[in-house]
Nanobody, 122 residues
Framework: QVQLVESGGGLVQAGGSLRLSCAAS????????VGWFRRAPGKEREFVAR????????SYADSVKGRFTISRDSAKNTVYLQMNSLKPEDTAVYYC???????????????WGQGTQVTVSS
């Protein structure tokens, strides 16, 4: 089992920044791909970003590319999502998830955090 806890959400004005953290405990976290997903009000949960086991390969949804950066600190068992130039449409509950496979499909991810709310005001 892997337990994931997100933190760092909050209220920010458009153009501002936030850094989300996903802290893991349990099985060897470094063996897992970690993804960030989000669910906006009235919408389906969608993929945001992912990072591989080594922390050297990343990918992003087109909607956040160039504004968000995913990274991981293996020593701290933590994955981060740095979010810059935030827009009102980024408002959502953000979730981190872990899986052994390189995938953007939320159905494939085995472990999920409880989510953290990000609200961007215009």
């Amino acid at each position: 089992q892997v337990q994931l806890v997100e933190s760092g959400g909050g209220l920010v004005q458009a153009g501002g920044s936030l850094r989300l953290s996903c802290a893991a405990s349990g099985r060897t976290f470094s063996n897992y791909v970690v993804g960030w997903f989000r669910r906006a009000p009235g919408k389906e949960r969608e993929f945001v970003a992912r990072i591989d086991w080594s922390g050297t390969v990343t990918s992003y949804a087109d909607s956040v590319k160039g504004r968000f950066t995913i990274s991981r600190d293996s020593a701290k068992n933590t994955v981060y999502l740095q979010m810059n130039s935030l827009k009102p449409e980024d408002t959502a509950v953000y979730y981190c998830a872990a899986d052994r496979f390189w995938t953007t499909s939320e159905r494939e991810y085995d472990y999920w955090g409880q989510g953290t709310q990000v609200t961007v005001s215009s």
